[in-house]
Nanobody
């Protein structure tokens, strides 16, 4: 069974940057698209960014131009580079993959943007 482990969250000031990482327990990246979701306080979980096996990516309008998703198949890792962060980006960020019609989630990493 695939397991996902996120890291890289923390407290950052508005305008700052963070890079999140998500490591998979086995080599699935060559075959599946990967996603980053987030869930802010009192909000529903929302899709932030996706990356296809070939590397093409899509973003939520709220993060376009500020966030970049990337992948390193050799390291079984997907990244989310987040720049120019605002308090509205405060959330728990989750890594996600759908394998054989089963949704697999990490436990999340908390990002807090505050002065």
């Amino acid at each position: 069974q695939v397991q996902l482990v996120e890291s890289g969250g923390g407290l950052v000031q508005p305008g700052g940057s963070l890079r999140l990482s998500c490591v998979a327990s086995r080599a699935i990246f060559s075959f599946y698209g990967m996603d980053w979701y987030r869930q802010g306080p009192g909000q529903q979980r929302e899709l932030v960014a996706t990356i296809a096996p070939g590397g093409s990516s899509n973003y939520a309008d709220s993060v376009k131009g500020r966030f970049t998703i990337s992948r390193d198949n050799g390291k079984n890792t997907v990244y989310l580079q987040m720049n120019n962060l605002t308090p509205e980006d405060t959330a728990v960020y989750y890594c996600h993959v759908r394998v054989s019609a089963i949704d697999v989630w990490g436990k999340g990493t908390l990002v807090t943007v505050s002065a």
